[in-house]
């Protein structure tokens, strides 16, 4: 009810805020007998680690995840996982004025408003700091995912637009996300996106970004009309990541400009499997998966906190001006990758299991 | 878990199938002392009705809703409210043929896989038939908020797309959504949409379109971070609407391409209260309503049932062709408009309940 | 949240008040592919269905359940099943008297203190015409529950207690249960019960019973603790039924009273399966099922309608004497039997599926 | 889904295992502005710490609790309360022999049948360890409840019966129940209880126990019917405690036994508000609360962990005689009071919220 879980037969719960001691989360619903260790986990933090480019954040945080219970002897039990990561770097510093500011673009002002109280330090509970349980729940649910469906399945995530700047499409290589520090799939865009980000990040500006996040290999039937189908959680599990603003599936908004004709994907047989010839639908028809890749995107607004000084108020309802001081961070989107990757695979394994509740198998 | 319900504090669970005898709903969490009658409901029912102008469906159904519980002496009593609509037009037709095929961009495929089995009557569970019942509830929603917020709020939904064809957001007036068949707030563009679609019709084949949904006179402090946001369940809500497959809050994936400067709202007060000089957000800051309109869209795609041929395959993988006979609708995105709207009425109702669970009070 | 729908993965949501044009239910995830109509339901109605004795009510209600949604071709399809059942016998009285009165021992008063209104005829949402429904989708677990698991199981109920009079458990044969109007397996205790209930009855006055229901034949593993143990869900289930105000799993109570030696069931093979040497446990450690017999009993209260008059207030805060006018019901919980069934059928189809969404097997 | 929650507007989740390194829980649904400090939840945890007689397990534990997340200088924040406790006193042994055994009356079986894999250290998961994350969520949900309804509600536990030996009810002294280690509330049935436990203990036997719960001073209205009655919740809650086997509410099953003349509970007037001249129905009528105490008790089997030795079975089919070296607890239920205690608070917590988003008031 309080809104601080995600997923029904697969179920994390996080809890922590930005200069809180530590953060953590409750993975309830793991299977039994999952081999699992903290490098399975801490693989995917790493990936989302603050501070690896000068194009996020500097905060300094190891995010050195500890499995705390749910697992024995290299095997996940049944029983609920406890996750804690420590809190190393909150830079102390003095938070008396931003203590009174609301700074725009910011959560400052509404869980003021919601609750009368806020931590304002980092953002407290609002901070993207809470996404690195996502990951690490995330690593979890990848774990679960192979073990019942096997090897042959692969989440990736990808940065296809920064700014105004998109992708070329024809360029796509899954390979080339892991040679530039945007997850950039074509290398010629991410060439000129450093040099773009460079002039964002002098001039104390930031940019948005679109995340592209594809599901392969995962089986026809997941997903549970009517409200909750896939997409449905996805655009749930999508919305709910730090700065996001839209979320599609497949062709997405671009739909509505098209015929019917062109946008139902037609179907032949391939061998003695259902083959279809496109992919509009993203994978998923009716709420349900159709055996294709699965495709979502997702619009990240660029970082609230920028150092132009800007017009705002106080909790005193004075009018004031707000200038971020300290870390910025020019494209909160890039970081938003990993996140984006963990909640596809926390989506799909709470389907694969409700599956299996509904029908016995996957 | 089997998904068939929606909302937490006031949530309801819809049932029945494009051909059975009957659908309903359930809404559990009403509160007590609201006044109501059908005609409350009735009133958002005959919004929705087919048949209404030749650019929708021509099934013919007076979507006469019952009220079988819950309330007592025109007022509810806090217990279930159950609502009932009779199916009156199932035209009765030989759907031998259509029961063996899977036709392209239809659930049809999905249902099998995922089930085993489907009602191919009409579409079964996966018709849009199943969103009279989301209307139904959300007249109940919207009593709900008028009783606790007052008279000083509306929810309402316009057509801003069909096909490529947008609005030009200059001409916006809501009074022009009740002047033509569309819903579209400019009367400029509803007449060039009625030579465009009738194009459409006559060919036989359909187009997409975008929604917009605004909600206006809603206090701040509506959501429940972290997963759920008010955002994420409006994201979830509007695409668990048939054939939905984008959703965007405020400036949407267009707030990708802003710089930070463009795209936070900066603050002022208007007397004693905060005034934001501009709405990128969509009246929702960190999951949390700012006290702004609240501003969602989304993308339908074209209905997937055209009059062209189209490859698809069958169920016992034989390469078939499908065209799609009898009633034909070409934008099942017009309709989409009163089902937004109720969606909205819907989650907004269940965050009011969830927000004086918290807090006492809203 | 507002408490209408009972289990997880196999959930129903009832509405309808016991004065009203109907009662329903809709259950949500039952598997597809189980052939279900409606006599398979009916069966367990006419069971529970009032006035078959001069020792219940004498409210005459058909009980004719008929199902709208969810199935087809005489199979469930997976979607929701909607389940409908008129109201026939609402005789109509002069509630103006009642309306005002709070009756001892009844939910006049806390209805009322609780939603500020209550629908009085016949008690509305807090009669025992609500456990109909639970019947009735009982029915449907049954299904479930023998598709999954064969035809080897079985749920039964036994009346073990009425007033003070309890059976002599050495004359225990489930055969009786058929043969008199209290569903006794002692058939001495029974034609006992029969001079002791008819003198209550004549005098006006009212008792209250123990029920014992008895699930054979299920496998160990069911039940998910630590808060949804199988013993914390049928101590939930069993206390929600009308009336009921106390609940025991096993020895119960008498465990209390019981050393260490006495109450631990030993353990023997017998073959290569695990033999239990008693079941004190009831059938569960640890709130998971071990296989053996899974026996719950709970008390019923003695009726708080009788014919002398007692004490009360109204709702001007005068101060009144009450007395029951109309059809009398000696001991609620004959009719408690069949309810107590169905709610050990839903519990146990709700848990088979959560282990099969757990462990992908049961 | 998996069970290891509990509640709906004020919800907890807990993790670890008896021998991991730590154990804790995650509060949602704290409102915020509630004052808390460590102290607050200390409080109770030192009346459930083992150790402090020799009549419960020796284990050691300081049961010191850590507040990582949801408070901000000195109140609640609205957002989720992280509890950690470390575990300090997991005595190191030897595993390997009971690794291997199914200890008759505990869950070691049940684990295995249900998981395939179990974490044997002192009963891993299924350990009473898991109680003291209820108490710490308890203190902070008393908390809440001092915070909305003032201070002048109390909710105590007492020991009512061990073994075979009930209290007489005429010596009642809830101050009593603090000069003991039992939480017996009459001073002469705790001395004798004295000598009757010395010899279990030495006998290296065990014995049960019923404990009561009262909560005084909560308002009328309080449960949700149909199936989230307050009764309901409070036989789930206490149910799920380990070894509970029975729970009851006011009259109980002694109820059956009584006829509605005695039975229901008449009312009068007291002033301007209802005064009722008995309570057999524990406070509660139709699943709500009339305002008067609300009174539960719940029976605890004997320990199973006893000196004698025991037939069994292993994990490899052998027959086998188990008896349990180490630590020896005579009487579990002992320390399930503040247990259930803290249940109670965490039923009422999560109404009264509940309540709120129905109503807007408690």
Same mark, same amino acid.
């Given at each position: 009810?309080?809104g601080?879980s995600?997923?029904?037969?697969?179920?994390?719960t996080?809890? /922590?805020?930005?200069h #809180? @001691?530590s953060?953590?989360c *409750?993975?309830?619903g793991?299977?039994p007998l999952?081999?699992l260790?903290?490098p399975?986990i801490?693989?995917?933090?790493?990936? &989302?680690?603050?501070?690896?480019?000068r194009?996020?954040?500097?905060r300094?945080?190891p995010?050195?995840v500890?499995?705390v219970?749910?697992?024995?002897?290299?095997v996940?039990?049944?029983?609920?996982?406890?996750?804690?990561?420590e809190n190393?770097d909150q830079r102390?510093?003095?938070?008396?004025?931003i203590?009174e500011?609301?700074?725009p673009?910011?959560?400052?002002f509404t869980?003021?408003?919601?609750?009368?109280?806020?931590?304002?330090r980092?953002?407290?509970r609002?901070?993207? &700091?809470?996404?690195?349980?996502?990951v690490?729940a995330g690593?979890i649910?990848?774990?679960?995912l192979?073990?019942i469906l096997?090897?042959?399945?692969?989440?990736?995530?990808?940065?296809?637009?920064?700014?105004?700047?998109?992708?070329?499409?024809?360029?796509?290589?899954?390979?080339?996300?892991?040679?530039n520090p945007?997850w950039?799939?074509?290398?010629?865009a991410a060439?000129?996106?450093? /040099?773009?980000?460079? /002039? *964002?990040?002098?001039?104390?500006s930031?940019c948005g970004?679109?995340?592209?996040v594809v599901?392969?290999g995962?089986?026809? #039937?997941l997903?549970?009309?009517i409200?909750?189908k896939?997409d449905?959680?996805l655009?749930?599990a999508?919305?709910?990541?730090?700065?996001?603003?839209?979320?599609e599936i497949?062709?997405?908004?671009e739909?509505a400009?098209?015929? /019917?004709?062109?946008?139902a994907?037609?179907?032949?047989?391939?061998?003695? &499997?259902?083959d279809?010839?496109?992919?509009?639908?993203?994978?998923?028809? #009716?709420g349900?998966?159709?055996g294709?890749?699965?495709?979502?995107?997702?619009?990240?607004? @660029?970082?609230s906190?920028?150092?132009?000084p800007?017009?705002s108020?106080d909790?005193?309802?004075?009018?004031?001006?707000?200038r971020?001081?300290?870390r910025?961070d020019?494209?909160?989107?890039?970081?938003?990758? @990993?996140?984006g990757e963990?909640?596809m695979a926390l989506?799909?394994a709470?389907? *694969?299991?409700r599956?299996?509740?509904l029908?016995g198998?996957?």
């Amino acid at each position: 009810m309080a809104g601080n879980s995600f997923g029904t037969a697969f179920r994390f719960t996080t809890w /922590g805020e930005s200069h #809180g @001691p530590s953060i953590g989360c *409750v993975v309830d619903g793991v299977p039994p007998l999952v081999p699992l260790g903290e490098p399975d986990i801490q693989h995917w933090m790493d990936r &989302r680690r603050p501070g690896q480019s000068r194009f996020t954040t500097q905060r300094r945080e190891p995010d050195e995840v500890k499995i705390v219970s749910g697992v024995f002897e290299g095997v996940t039990t049944g029983t609920p996982i406890g996750l804690i990561v420590e809190n190393v770097d909150q830079r102390s510093k003095d938070y008396s004025e931003i203590s009174e500011q609301f700074r725009p673009g910011h959560a400052d002002f509404t869980y003021q408003a919601k609750y009368g109280i806020r931590d304002y330090r980092g953002g407290g509970r609002s901070s993207a &700091r809470e996404t690195a349980m996502r990951v690490a729940a995330g690593g979890i649910a990848r774990k679960v995912l192979h073990h019942i469906l096997g090897k042959d399945i692969s989440i990736r995530g990808a940065l296809v637009q920064v700014g105004p700047h998109g992708i070329d499409r024809a360029n796509w290589d899954w390979a080339e996300t892991e040679n530039n520090p945007f997850w950039c799939p074509d290398a010629q865009a991410a060439g000129q996106w450093e /040099g773009y980000l460079d /002039g *964002v990040r002098k001039a104390g500006s930031s940019c948005g970004a679109v995340i592209e996040v594809v599901a392969s290999g995962f089986p026809a #039937g997941l997903g549970e009309p009517i409200y909750d189908k896939l997409d449905s959680d996805l655009a749930r599990a999508m919305m709910s990541i730090n700065a996001v603003k839209g979320v599609e599936i497949g062709a997405g908004f671009e739909a509505a400009s098209l015929t /019917g004709e062109e946008n139902a994907d037609e179907m032949r047989m391939a061998g003695n &499997r259902v083959d279809f010839l496109s992919n509009k639908a993203g994978g998923i028809l #009716g709420g349900i998966s159709t055996g294709q890749d699965i495709v979502v995107r997702f619009a990240v607004k @660029p970082t609230s906190s920028i150092l132009t000084p800007r017009r705002s108020v106080d909790r005193n309802n004075n009018e004031i001006e707000v200038r971020t001081k300290g870390r910025h961070d020019p494209c909160v989107g890039i970081r938003a990758v @990993p996140v984006g990757e963990a909640m596809m695979a926390l989506v799909l394994a709470d389907h *694969v299991l409700r599956q299996r509740a509904l029908t016995g198998k996957v």
